[in-house]
Structures are given as C-alpha cells and as structure tokens.
C-alpha cells in the first residue's frame, strides 16, 4: 500500500475572510425580527415593510423591493438606494430609512454569510430605545 499526499501552493485551508462589502453584498437580505431590550417588537412593524427583499450592490447602491404586500398601492414595485460604511465600517449609512421612523444609520452588531444585525436609536412612546434589526439571507 501505498500512501502518496501532496502539497499545493494551491490548497488554501485558511482563505481570507470575506470583507463586509463582500459580505453586505452577497444575496438578497429579509427582515427576521426587531427586538428593543432583548424583546420582539416585530409585530409593530408594518407587513408591508417585513416583506421588503434588500439588494446591496459593491458599487454603493441598491434596491429596495416591495414583497408580497405595499403599504401604498401607488408605492413602486422597488425603489433604489445608495449605501456605505461609516466609522471603518461599523456603521452602515443607507440614503433611504427603511422602516417607518427608523434612520438613515445603523451601527453594525454582526455580519456573517447568513445574517445582518443592525441596531438604531428609535422613539417609542417618546423614549428614544435602542433597537436591534435582523436580516437574513
């Protein structure tokens, strides 16, 4: 028998982790959940907006696609949108908020393949409260 291995410059075990561009831009995004002090408060986000599919491009823009419901029936089927880092890429800025009284900024809580975790200040009741988005691919 017998055993032959070889070795590659090729073979790559350790390949460089993925840039959060590369990260950002790689598929479609959902809403998952919203959560204020470790609770969901999804359900007081409108339909219409949960059901939006987030589309981020490398060169800076994206587009923002109605899903399945519009909260107007005049809304277009997808509006566009420019995106960047901010503060060596900890804050994501997007020209257009994406949620009824949300903001144009959201600081960065994680970035995987699979998932985007986002927080921003909201108001709620009058309180300005920290809230935690989710995306998922």
């Known amino acids: 028998m017998v055993a032959n291995s070889s070795c590659s410059k090729d073979d790559d075990d350790n390949p460089a982790p993925k840039t959060n561009t590369e990260l950002l831009t790689t598929g ?3 809403f998952s959940d919203a959560k204020v002090n470790g609770a969901s408060v999804a359900s ?3 339909t219409c907006q949960k059901d ?3 589309t981020f ?3 800076g823009t994206g587009t923002a696609a109605e899903g399945a419901t519009k909260c107007n029936a005049s809304d277009p089927d997808s509006a566009p949108f420019n995106w960047s880092f901010q503060t060596n890429e900890t ?3 997007v020209s257009t908020p994406f949620f009824t009284g949300g ?5 960065i809580v ?3 393949e699979t998932q985007l975790v986002v927080s921003q200040m909201i108001t709620i009741s009058g309180i300005p409260q920290n809230a935690e988005i989710t995306f998922i691919h």
């Open 91 to 93: 804050v994501l800025f």
């Open 110 to 112: 994680s970035l995987t």
């Open 103 to 107: 903001s144009s900024t959201f600081t």
């Open 57 to 59: 491009l490398a060169a």
């Open 28 to 30: 479609t995004w959902k």
């Open 44 to 46: 007081f986000i409108e």
């Open 52 to 54: 939006n599919i987030l």
